[in-house]
Each structure stands twice: as C-alpha cells, then as structure tokens.
C-alpha cells in the first residue's frame, strides 16, 4: 500500500497500525512529519517501547544481528514495541534486505517496524521495500516541485484550519523559496495571528516574514541549474545580509571543480555514473549536474575554476576589482552561457 505522507496522520487515526512501515525521500520535512504521525499513533495505541536501530560510529550500517534478535524477543516492559530503522542512504544491503524481508513473511504480532530514509528513488526499491508494501505502506516523500508549493501550501493552512486566497499563497510561496521548513513556521504563525479570517495578499504581507533561505547551497543550486534570475536574486538577499564574499566561496570554489572533474571525465568519454558514485553526489542531484555539463564544455569550466581564483584575489585585496560583482557575473555565466561576456568586465 502507498501513501502520501500528508495522508498518513488521516489514515493512522482510522484504524489498527499496520505491521510496517517504510518512509523515504529527500524531502526531509516531509520524513520527518509522516515518522512523527506513526510515533504518535504507536503511542495513542498503547505502544510505549521503542528501540533504535542504525549505523553507530564507523559502522555503515546498523546491526542487523542484533536487530534480528530483537524482532524474536519478546517485549520487556510493553505488549507491543515500535522498532526503527534509519537508512539514510535508503539500502539495507544484502544481510539487511534478508532481515527485513523474513520480518515481513512472517512479523511478530507485538512489533510494529518503522524504516526511515533520507534517499529515494527506483533504484532503492527492492525485494524488501516490496515486502514492506504488501503488509504495510510506504510513503515516498519526493521534493515539492516548484509549481506544486502553492498547493502544498494551500492544504498546510487549511489543516490548521486557515483560509487564504490564491494571490496570497502564492506570495507565501514565492517568499519561501522552496523551503519547506520556512513555509511551515510561517503556517504556525499565521495560525497565532490571523484570527480566523481569511487571508488576503495585504494581510499576507502584513504577517510574514520574508523567509527565502538566500544560502550558499541554494545559490550554487541555481547557478548550476541555469536559473540566472533566481539567482542574482539570491546574491542580492546575501549582499544585504551583510555576508562576506569569502565565506561563500569556499563552497562555489568545491562546487566548480567537482564540475570540472565531471566534464573532463565526461570528454574523453569515461564513465560519469562511477564518478558520481565515487563523488557521493546522490541521485537526485545528479540531473543538476548535468544540466550543467550540457551548457558549457570541459575547458570552460577549468576557466570558471580560475575566475573563482580571481574573485578570491578580489576579496582578499590583492587584485583589483569589487569581489561581489565578480562573484555574480560568474555564477551568472555558470548559469546562462550568453552571460560569458560579463567575466570580461569582472574587474568591476
């Protein structure tokens, strides 16, 4: 059985839990609510024990030994026990998958299973997600796409009972940005001040913040998904922010030669898929990155790299030129090719 994490809270309260449960995506907010919705119905259902099982120290992965033994044993202080399992990379592995799959054959009747992960796509599902879904649900939890966070919106205010016209959950989407976690504090805010009346665009922006994240990880975001607009939106937010050119740029720097490493590769015709296994660039970045391969050639980005090295020159003050108007024209032109000419008049 699938289910939207929205949905889960809903169906949880209507009956029984179900034996397991397998929760999974990027979208973290989303995990991490839909966990919570189960918690609490384990707890409203009399399940008070719950055990932990992940990869602890330089472990990679939990102890699935010890985790086995614990679906054979019965409860110690409770009748029935809620047991978690956290895998952030979303794959147990062969002796995981084992212990997940002989659960589901056959689950003891005072356990419920709870599996969480960070990653998600059809390359996680297997034997043992499938077995999960024939004695439980699964609840995939993919990041909200832009042009769906209306919506998404939208529903949040009406669960905490708010109304709000079209042109003002459009401007609260607009000034998240995508940030999910944003959208939800600003939500409970507007539960605490809007006094049961609908919301429109003024009172909208009379009450919230103006909460885009404008960080270094959603700019380079931007810059490598060829979204100039956003981003020179971004680095005017930062700018104003008071940040400082140089605490940014050690990122944009890392981010530039992981590109370049992936073009040079992909040039002389290697293996791109190894090397975004061997740089752990996940599955769901990975379109990113080739979004931006597909923009410009192997050689171009070696010279982002080095223009990188002139806008560091600039901040520090040993070249010539204004580092945040440097900075700007190069991840604009990381972002749109017409944008080159400007790295010519980087000097500001």
């Given at each position: 059985?699938?289910?939207?994490?929205?949905?889960?809270?809903?169906?949880?309260?209507?009956?029984?839990?179900?034996?397991?449960?397998?929760?999974?995506?990027?979208?973290?907010?989303?995990?991490?609510?839909?966990?919570?919705?189960?918690?609490?119905?384990?707890?409203?259902?009399?399940?008070?024990?719950?055990?932990?099982?992940?990869?602890?120290?330089?472990?990679?992965?939990?102890?699935?030994?010890?985790?086995?033994?614990?679906?054979?044993?019965?409860?110690?202080?409770?009748?029935?026990?809620?047991?978690?399992?956290?895998?952030?990379?979303?794959?147990?592995?062969?002796?995981?998958?084992?212990?997940?799959?002989?659960?589901?054959?056959?689950?003891?009747?005072?356990?419920?299973?709870?599996?969480?992960?960070?990653?998600?796509?059809?390359?996680?599902?297997?034997?043992?997600?499938?077995?999960?879904?024939?004695?439980?649900?699964?609840?995939?939890?993919?990041?909200?796409?832009?042009?769906?966070?209306?919506?998404?919106?939208?529903?949040?205010?009406?669960?905490?009972?708010?109304?709000?016209?079209?042109?003002?959950?459009?401007?609260?989407?607009?000034?998240?940005?995508?940030?999910?976690?944003?959208?939800?504090?600003?939500?409970?805010?507007?539960?605490?001040?809007?006094?049961?009346?609908?919301?429109?665009?003024?009172?909208?922006?009379?009450?919230?913040?103006?909460?885009?994240?404008?960080?270094?990880?959603?700019?380079?975001?931007?810059?490598?998904?060829?979204?100039?607009?956003?981003?020179?939106?971004?680095?005017?937010?930062?700018?104003?922010?008071?940040?400082?050119?140089?605490?940014?740029?050690?990122?944009?720097?890392?981010?530039?030669?992981?590109?370049?490493?992936?073009?040079?590769?992909?040039?002389?015709?290697?293996?791109?898929?190894?090397?975004?296994?061997?740089?752990?660039?996940?599955?769901?970045?990975?379109?990113?990155?080739r979004r931006a391969l597909q923009r410009h050639?192997?050689?171009?980005?070696?010279?982002?790299?080095?223009?990188?090295?002139?806008?560091?020159?600039?901040?520090?003050?040993?070249?010539?030129?204004?580092?945040?108007?440097?900075?700007?024209?190069?991840?604009?032109?990381?972002?749109?090719?017409?944008?080159?000419?400007?790295?010519?008049?980087?000097?500001?």
């Amino acid at each position: 059985m699938e289910s939207q994490p929205e949905q889960l809270a809903g169906q949880l309260a209507s009956g029984p839990l179900k034996p397991a449960y397998l929760i999974a995506g990027a979208e973290t907010l989303r995990v991490l609510e839909a966990a919570d919705a189960v918690r609490a119905a384990a707890r409203a259902q009399g399940i008070s024990e719950r055990e932990v099982f992940e990869a602890e120290g330089n472990q990679r992965e939990p102890d699935w030994s010890a985790m086995e033994s614990s679906f054979n044993a019965p409860s110690l202080f409770a009748s029935r026990r809620l047991v978690e399992l956290r895998l952030p990379t979303g794959k147990p592995g062969k002796e995981g998958g084992r212990v997940i799959c002989e659960f589901c054959a056959n689950p003891p009747a005072d356990v419920v299973l709870l599996v969480t992960a960070g990653e998600w796509s059809k390359k996680h599902a297997g034997k043992w997600s499938e077995a999960i879904g024939r004695i439980g649900v699964i609840s995939l939890a993919y990041p909200v796409k832009p042009h769906e966070l209306a919506g998404w919106i939208d529903q949040r205010l009406r669960s905490r009972g708010l109304k709000a016209d079209r042109d003002a959950v459009q401007q609260l989407a607009e000034r998240v940005d995508g940030n999910l976690l944003a959208a939800a504090q600003e939500v409970e805010k507007l539960a605490l001040l809007a006094n049961g009346d609908t919301i429109d665009l003024a009172r909208m922006e009379s009450l919230v913040a103006d909460s885009a994240r404008y960080d270094v990880f959603r700019v380079i975001d931007a810059a490598l998904n060829g979204q100039p607009a956003q981003l020179a939106r971004m680095l005017s937010g930062l700018k104003a922010e008071g940040e400082a050119v140089p605490a940014l740029l050690g990122m944009v720097v890392m981010e530039l030669q992981r590109t370049a490493a992936l073009a040079r590769i992909e040039a002389r015709g290697g293996n791109i898929a190894a090397e975004f296994k061997a740089q752990r660039i996940w599955d769901s970045k990975q379109p990113m990155y080739r979004r931006a391969l597909q923009r410009h050639p192997a050689p171009r980005w070696e010279a982002f790299v080095s223009q990188a090295g002139r806008v560091d020159r600039m901040a520090k003050g040993r070249e010539r030129g204004d580092p945040w108007t440097a900075l700007e024209r190069l991840l604009l032109a990381v972002a749109e090719p017409r944008a080159i000419r400007l790295l010519a008049r980087s000097d500001g």
